[in-house]
């Protein structure tokens, strides 16, 4: 199969790279079985953490009042972090303004909407990782060691050099630097709409890596001239961000990652997907958190690698979801669950006055992998306790409310679409133990030519056709999309067959296969968003706006410009290997 040899031709390449460039893999881990990993996690008693609130970095300056551009420096260290009471501190890779103030996940950044902001981000690892990686997946190998990183604002509308493309990344004091390496400041325009974005590490074949090793956080974009009218809960006490992120880790407090590929003879450590027995919130596992009675903003954000959270709260409130992703709903919609993907976020209310019980459960009940793997246990079932005050102590001066209407942005429409793209996505097999060895967008390499190069100002219809058995969150950088339609596939073992040849909807067909079973996309997801679920075995339709949604206008500054942008995949353990697609705009 020639997707085969030019793969082995390719890993080849990567090994040779690898061991010329003195690749420096961390120390060998102590050996460990599931048993012992699961015994450790389920050693930490729940609800014992307070939930920590992140330290707040403002993304402006207030000179008389007045908030004016800034220009932040934010680094990345390598220090300890206590995930539990009874845990030993763990090495982890975390931002901060300094060492001394870094924290896992990093600090909340607090922008405001219309006035920009620059950031250096740098990069003070050590030489070594702390976790494995895998040199045969297309991976950023620095010549004389380092961690490379390269920042990635999720959700942000900035212009491409800013943008943290996969190939731009730099190792400490930038003493290398990927290709695509423009600049050490990045700036943020800040001009989209408010909501909640977040930043993470975003270097070639390291993603998911240097995500489990800690470096993420959130950027909270305001509005208050817009945002003050809706009267949804705020300040710092009632609007809180809440970053779910799974993992195991060793007994001394060490995060674990196997370092063992499912194929080992193709890729000595990648494995298809990363889960974690513990379940940790703004980095504690299982914390609590006391709360009034009255309303609070939660903006849920999922940073795991590859679990998806199914949440709902075990006294059965509801959460009205007022938005998702970086968009607000037209109106809010009451849900008693919530499905979260890898890097999705939601932002809902949750209004504890009428709670009948003195504690809530944050539970979680997806299967994972999601939706066809293993029910989640006693330990990855459970996230978090709310602890609610006794009835009496009803909270009298809580002037929040859910509105009866949100914001509205450009409406989805799809008939001004110039342009009509079919993504298909594969997952590739070793034949001998079945075992995924690598997944591929239009069964392209990352590195392949740019195919999905829209104009700025344009909308776009993209159908994204699963062909594998795994849900696959999808991620355009820069443009914001959402599913209109979502039909299933007839005739699939056909179809597939036919596409895995000749990588064409269009040939094979697909007006006579993508017309089963239509099945309804949520309420609450029904907004301007940059992750979207994609089911197996359905054809998704999306609008894409390569535009801001706010105003329908073009963007401020120039999207044309190189590196690019990319689109992918954001089950991390598949975006390094390699379900990446660039995605340059063109004039
Ligand atoms: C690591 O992965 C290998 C290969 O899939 C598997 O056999 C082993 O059980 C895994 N180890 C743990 C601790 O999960
Ligand atoms: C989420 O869990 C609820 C039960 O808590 C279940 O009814 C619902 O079907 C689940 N959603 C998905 C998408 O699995
Ligand atoms: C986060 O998203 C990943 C990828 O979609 C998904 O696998 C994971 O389950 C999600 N976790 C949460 C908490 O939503
Ligand atoms: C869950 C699900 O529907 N998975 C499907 C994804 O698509 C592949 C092939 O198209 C099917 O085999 C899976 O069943
Ligand atoms: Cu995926």
Redesign the pocket.
């Given at each position: 199969m020639a997707a085969r040899a030019e793969l082995a031709a390719l890993l080849l390449v990567a090994v040779a790279v690898g061991v010329a460039a003195g690749f420096r893999p961390g120390p060998p881990p102590p050996p460990v079985s599931e048993d012992t990993l699961e015994k450790v996690a389920a050693s930490l008693e729940m609800y014992v953490d307070l939930l920590p609130q992140m330290p707040k970095v403002l993304g402006y300056s207030l000179k008389s009042g007045h908030p004016t551009p800034t220009h932040l420096t934010i680094g990345m260290y390598q220090k300890k972090w206590k995930f539990h009471r009874d845990l030993p501190a763990t090495t982890v890779f975390v931002f901060g303004p300094s060492a001394e103030s870094a924290t896992f996940p990093g600090p909340t950044i607090e922008a405001l909407q219309g006035v920009p902001l620059w950031v250096t981000w740098e990069n003070h690892l050590p030489d070594r990782h702390i976790l494995p990686w895998d040199p045969t997946v297309p991976t950023a190998i620095p010549r004389s060691g380092g961690v490379p990183t390269v920042v990635h604002l999720h959700g942000g509308v900035h212009p491409p050099q800013s943008d943290g493309h996969a190939l731009a990344w730099f190792t400490a004091g930038f003493r290398e630097r990927g290709r695509a390496w423009t600049t050490p400041t990045y700036a943020y325009p800040n001009a989209q709409s408010p909501g909640v974005l977040w930043y993470h590490d975003h270097a070639l074949g390291l993603t998911r890596a240097n995500l489990l090793a800690g470096l993420l956080g959130a950027y909270v974009l305001r509005n208050p001239a817009l945002e003050a009218p809706l009267r949804l809960p705020s300040g710092d006490a009632f609007d809180r961000v809440l970053i779910l992120a799974d993992r195991s880790f060793y007994a001394d407090g060490s995060i674990f990652m196997n370092r063992t590929g499912d194929n080992p003879g193709v890729h000595p450590e990648w494995q298809p997907e990363y889960f974690g027995d513990a379940v940790t919130v703004n980095g504690k596992a299982w914390p609590f958190l006391p709360v009034a009675r009255r309303r609070y903003r939660f903006r849920v954000i999922n940073t795991s690698n590859a679990r998806f959270f199914n949440l709902s709260l075990s006294n059965g409130l509801p959460f009205h979801v007022v938005g998702s992703d970086t968009s607000y709903l037209p109106r809010p919609v009451a849900v008693p669950h919530l499905l979260v993907a890898v890097s999705e976020t939601f932002d809902v209310v949750v209004d504890f006055s009428a709670s009948a019980t003195p504690e809530a459960e944050l539970l979680n009940t997806a299967p994972y992998p999601f939706?066809?793997g293993d029910a989640p246990d006693r330990l990855n079932g459970k996230v978090m306790k709310f602890v609610v005050e006794p009835p009496e102590k009803v909270c009298d001066d809580d002037h929040s409310r859910v509105p009866a209407r949100l914001l509205d942005y450009v409406k989805v429409g799809g008939e001004e679409a110039v342009q009509r793209r079919y993504i298909g996505l594969y997952e590739y097999e070793d034949k001998a133990t079945g075992n995924p060895t690598h997944l591929y967008i239009n069964g392209k390499r990352m590195e392949d030519p740019a195919t999905e190069t829209p104009r700025p100002g344009t909308t776009e219809v993209w159908e994204v056709i699963?062909?594998?058995?795994?849900?696959h969150p999808l991620h355009l950088h820069l443009a914001t999309f959402q599913a209109v339609r979502v039909r299933g596939?007839v005739g699939?073992e056909e179809f597939?067959r036919c596409m895995e040849t000749l990588y064409d909807a269009v040939r094979c067909g697909v007006g006579r296969h993508a017309v089963g079973e239509e099945v309804a996309v949520p309420e609450h997801e029904r907004t301007w968003k940059n992750v979207v679920k994609m089911?197996?075995?359905?054809m998704t339709t999306v609008v894409v706006k390569f535009l801001m949604v706010e105003t329908g206008r073009s963007y401020p500054f120039d999207a044309t410009a190189e590196p690019g942008y990319v689109y992918h995949c954001h089950i991390l353990d598949h975006e390094d290997n390699a379900m990446t697609r660039p995605l340059k705009l063109i004039k």
């Amino acid at each position: 199969m020639a997707a085969r040899a030019e793969l082995a031709a390719l890993l080849l390449v990567a090994v040779a790279v690898g061991v010329a460039a003195g690749f420096r893999p961390g120390p060998p881990p102590p050996p460990v079985s599931e048993d012992t990993l699961e015994k450790v996690a389920a050693s930490l008693e729940m609800y014992v953490d307070l939930l920590p609130q992140m330290p707040k970095v403002l993304g402006y300056s207030l000179k008389s009042g007045h908030p004016t551009p800034t220009h932040l420096t934010i680094g990345m260290y390598q220090k300890k972090w206590k995930f539990h009471r009874d845990l030993p501190a763990t090495t982890v890779f975390v931002f901060g303004p300094s060492a001394e103030s870094a924290t896992f996940p990093g600090p909340t950044i607090e922008a405001l909407q219309g006035v920009p902001l620059w950031v250096t981000w740098e990069n003070h690892l050590p030489d070594r990782h702390i976790l494995p990686w895998d040199p045969t997946v297309p991976t950023a190998i620095p010549r004389s060691g380092g961690v490379p990183t390269v920042v990635h604002l999720h959700g942000g509308v900035h212009p491409p050099q800013s943008d943290g493309h996969a190939l731009a990344w730099f190792t400490a004091g930038f003493r290398e630097r990927g290709r695509a390496w423009t600049t050490p400041t990045y700036a943020y325009p800040n001009a989209q709409s408010p909501g909640v974005l977040w930043y993470h590490d975003h270097a070639l074949g390291l993603t998911r890596a240097n995500l489990l090793a800690g470096l993420l956080g959130a950027y909270v974009l305001r509005n208050p001239a817009l945002e003050a009218p809706l009267r949804l809960p705020s300040g710092d006490a009632f609007d809180r961000v809440l970053i779910l992120a799974d993992r195991s880790f060793y007994a001394d407090g060490s995060i674990f990652m196997n370092r063992t590929g499912d194929n080992p003879g193709v890729h000595p450590e990648w494995q298809p997907e990363y889960f974690g027995d513990a379940v940790t919130v703004n980095g504690k596992a299982w914390p609590f958190l006391p709360v009034a009675r009255r309303r609070y903003r939660f903006r849920v954000i999922n940073t795991s690698n590859a679990r998806f959270f199914n949440l709902s709260l075990s006294n059965g409130l509801p959460f009205h979801v007022v938005g998702s992703d970086t968009s607000y709903l037209p109106r809010p919609v009451a849900v008693p669950h919530l499905l979260v993907a890898v890097s999705e976020t939601f932002d809902v209310v949750v209004d504890f006055s009428a709670s009948a019980t003195p504690e809530a459960e944050l539970l979680n009940t997806a299967p994972y992998p999601f939706p066809d793997g293993d029910a989640p246990d006693r330990l990855n079932g459970k996230v978090m306790k709310f602890v609610v005050e006794p009835p009496e102590k009803v909270c009298d001066d809580d002037h929040s409310r859910v509105p009866a209407r949100l914001l509205d942005y450009v409406k989805v429409g799809g008939e001004e679409a110039v342009q009509r793209r079919y993504i298909g996505l594969y997952e590739y097999e070793d034949k001998a133990t079945g075992n995924p060895t690598h997944l591929y967008i239009n069964g392209k390499r990352m590195e392949d030519p740019a195919t999905e190069t829209p104009r700025p100002g344009t909308t776009e219809v993209w159908e994204v056709i699963n062909l594998t058995e795994d849900n696959h969150p999808l991620h355009l950088h820069l443009a914001t999309f959402q599913a209109v339609r979502v039909r299933g596939i007839v005739g699939l073992e056909e179809f597939k067959r036919c596409m895995e040849t000749l990588y064409d909807a269009v040939r094979c067909g697909v007006g006579r296969h993508a017309v089963g079973e239509e099945v309804a996309v949520p309420e609450h997801e029904r907004t301007w968003k940059n992750v979207v679920k994609m089911p197996p075995g359905f054809m998704t339709t999306v609008v894409v706006k390569f535009l801001m949604v706010e105003t329908g206008r073009s963007y401020p500054f120039d999207a044309t410009a190189e590196p690019g942008y990319v689109y992918h995949c954001h089950i991390l353990d598949h975006e390094d290997n390699a379900m990446t697609r660039p995605l340059k705009l063109i004039k």
